[in-house]
């Protein structure tokens, strides 16, 4: 299982994937913003996302975005 986690303080502006969703390494899973910036945050690796945070989340550094198996 990969987890994706946040490298830096964000919200989370948007949900690219759902639970479920097939996913290849490089495919923008969720989109964050942080100072005006939108962040996208990219699978690490293929397989099926089996979670995925909340949109409007706000999150910190190193805080689980998302896992794929």
């Known amino acids: 299982m990969t987890e994706?986690?946040?490298e830096m303080a964000a919200?989370?502006?948007k949900?690219?994937?759902e639970n479920g969703a097939e996913v290849a390494i490089g495919d923008t899973l969720v989109?964050?913003?942080s100072m005006k910036m939108e962040i996208p945050v990219?699978?690490?690796a293929a397989g099926?996302?089996?979670m995925v945070i909340a949109e409007g989340?706000?999150?910190d550094e190193d805080d689980l975005i998302a896992?794929?198996?």
Do not use: G, K, P
């Open 4 to 6: 994706m986690r946040a």
């Open 11 to 13: 919200n989370v502006w």
């Open 15 to 17: 949900i690219v994937v």
């Open 31 to 33: 989109i964050l913003e």
């Open 42 to 44: 990219e699978a690490e």
């Open 48 to 50: 099926t996302v089996t």
């Open 57 to 59: 989340q706000a999150i």
């Open 67 to 69: 896992t794929i198996q």
